[in-house]
């Protein structure tokens, strides 16, 4: 477990560089048609070993809640050991401002004390205007909630998913009074969820959007001179 954990840390330094709906999964608000949607890539580190078919229920989840911030979503599976990295050698560049990397943990256990107390996961955040990339995601957590609260694993995950995002977007480790942002979920937040209405508050997603536009806008470099 060390060495995983161990691993997954140290690819994190090297790269560091949601009116009501009647359907489930509907976003609260519908993207201006006139607005730039920037593009996210969000690189995958699934030490979990989360199935294919859970991870692509969990990443259109995802594609949906940040949506609604007028935020488009691309994902790269890494590889998660040296062995893999021979055999699909991605992700081995330094991160631009436009990506973020997502490591999903087995177990909260073995990580860094400092995080053992995060419920779901934590987020890499600054207080000097730096760029944070990284968000991670504690599975044991999240399929113990999903299984007592019997609600769907997938849709739990890119909630989760989404607040630890969240903080890295949004620049901030603080924590808002409703919606997605709350620092913990009670039953009645886990029913918008299945709903799909457990989403970023309007001045949140304004602000990502600003964030991802931002990014996006770094990454481009200076114009190229002819």
Same mark, same amino acid.
């Given at each position: 477990?060390? %060495?995983?954990? +161990?691993?997954?840390?140290?690819?994190? !330094?090297?790269?560091?560089?949601?009116?009501?709906? #009647?359907?489930?999964?509907?976003?609260?608000? !519908?993207?201006?048609?006139? !607005?730039? !949607?920037?593009?996210?890539?969000?690189?995958?580190?699934?030490?979990?070993?989360?199935?294919?078919? *859970?991870?692509?229920?969990?990443?259109?989840?995802?594609?949906?809640?940040?949506?609604?911030?007028?935020?488009?979503?691309?994902?790269?599976?890494?590889?998660?050991?040296?062995?893999?990295?021979?055999?699909? &050698?991605?992700? $081995?560049?330094?991160?631009? %401002?436009?990506?973020?990397?997502?490591?999903?943990?087995?177990?909260?256990?073995?990580?860094?004390? +400092?995080?053992?107390?995060?419920?779901?996961?934590?987020?890499? *955040?600054? %207080?000097?205007?730096?760029?944070?990339?990284?968000?991670?995601?504690?599975?044991?957590?999240?399929?113990?909630?999903?299984?007592?609260? $019997?609600?769907?694993?997938?849709?739990?995950?890119?909630?989760?998913?989404?607040?630890?995002?969240?903080?890295? =977007?949004?620049?901030?480790?603080?924590?808002?009074?409703?919606?997605?942002?709350?620092?913990? #979920?009670?039953?009645?937040?886990?029913?918008?969820?299945?709903?799909?209405?457990?989403?970023? *508050?309007?001045?949140?997603?304004? =602000?990502?959007?600003?964030?991802?536009?931002?990014?996006?806008?770094?990454?481009?470099?200076? &114009?190229?001179?002819?």
């Amino acid at each position: 477990l060390k %060495n995983w954990f +161990a691993f997954a840390v140290c690819v994190s !330094t090297v790269s560091v560089v949601i009116s009501l709906f #009647w359907c489930k999964g509907a976003i609260a608000q !519908t993207p201006d048609k006139n !607005t730039e !949607t920037p593009t996210i890539v969000i690189w995958v580190y699934n030490y979990a070993r989360i199935p294919q078919d *859970t991870m692509a229920r969990t990443e259109r989840e995802v594609q949906k809640i940040l949506g609604a911030a007028d935020v488009h979503v691309e994902w790269v599976d890494c590889p998660t050991s040296a062995e893999d990295v021979k055999v699909h &050698p991605v992700c $081995q560049e330094r991160m631009s %401002n436009a990506e973020l990397g997502l490591t999903i943990l087995p177990t909260a256990k073995g990580a860094a004390n +400092a995080y053992v107390d995060k419920y779901f996961g934590f987020a890499q *955040t600054f %207080n000097d205007g730096t760029f944070g990339h990284y968000a991670y995601v504690f599975v044991d957590r999240v399929r113990y909630r999903a299984q007592m609260d $019997q609600i769907s694993e997938s849709e739990l995950l890119a909630s989760v998913i989404c607040h630890e995002f969240g903080h890295v =977007l949004l620049r901030s480790n603080t924590h808002s009074r409703s919606g997605i942002m709350r620092v913990r #979920w009670d039953r009645d937040d886990l029913k918008y969820l299945t709903w799909g209405r457990l989403t970023f *508050t309007p001045a949140e997603r304004e =602000l990502i959007h600003s964030e991802a536009m931002a990014r996006l806008r770094s990454s481009a470099g200076p &114009p190229a001179i002819s």
